[in-house]
T-cell receptor, first 115, second 113 residues
């Protein structure tokens, strides 16, 4: 089954403790992206990757890192999480850069709480 | 400053009637638009899209209308069904440069049986 898999689904951590949220897709998609969803703000893009070893900042990249060493994986790294990074995170992929003919496929989300 | 705005946080509609979800944008460079649907505990899923060269796109019960002069698009669902109850996100992007998709805040649709 074609899918985007994020792990973990839920994560509670403390301020400053490094964490990684994994994302993997099995559709051979070139484009991958991370979003965070906050009430009243919708989905805001954190980072995206056009292909292996090619990443770029989205609208809210501060406090996050990503890497794209393999086509299928796009982990999101929080080196020193803070409470304002408490949010619902989505990983997404598409065949090429998103277009009407290549829409985003989303994972089921990771709910992160930083205390 | 939100470039894509969905001003109605929620909408309640009777089963069988029309649902109209609205979206406004400010960036005239956007040249394609998409609607995504999201159920609780799931990620958004693609619903329908429209390119800026068109003013209407239809797929079954779902139709998206684009008014470029007003920088406004709308999603019509006819007839509405209880299974349509979800959060709907409007999204916009520029096909040249950036490759960013900008999402609105979403509208929660309730379809009452």
């Amino acid at each position: 089954e074609a899918q985007v898999t994020q792990n973990p689904r839920y994560l509670i951590t403390v301020t400053g403790k490094k964490l990684t949220v994994t994302c993997s897709q099995n559709m051979n998609h070139e484009y991958m992206s991370w979003y965070r969803q906050d009430p009243g703000l919708g989905l805001r893009q954190i980072y995206y990757s056009m292909n292996v070893e090619v990443t770029d900042k989205g609208d809210v990249p501060e406090g996050y890192k990503v890497s794209r060493k393999e086509k299928r994986n796009f982990p999101l790294i929080l080196e020193s999480p803070s409470p304002n990074q408490t949010s619902l995170y989505f990983c997404a992929s598409s065949f090429r850069a998103p277009t009407p003919y290549s829409p985003l496929h989303f994972g089921n989300g990771t709910r992160l709480t930083v205390t | 400053d939100q470039q894509v705005k969905q001003n109605s946080p929620s909408l309640s509609v009777q089963e069988g009637r029309i649902s109209i979800l609205n979206c406004d944008y400010t960036n005239s460079m956007f040249d394609y638009f998409l609607w995504y649907k999201k159920y609780p505990a799931e990620g958004p899923t693609f619903l329908i899209s429209i390119s800026s060269i068109k003013d209407k796109n239809e797929d079954g019960r779902f139709t998206v209308f684009l008014n470029k002069s007003a920088k406004h698009l709308s999603l019509h669902i006819v007839p509405s069904q209880p299974g349509d109850s979800a959060v709907y996100f409007c999204a916009a992007s520029v096909s040249t440069g950036g490759f960013k998709t900008i999402f609105g805040a979403g509208t929660r649709l309730f379809v009452k049986a």
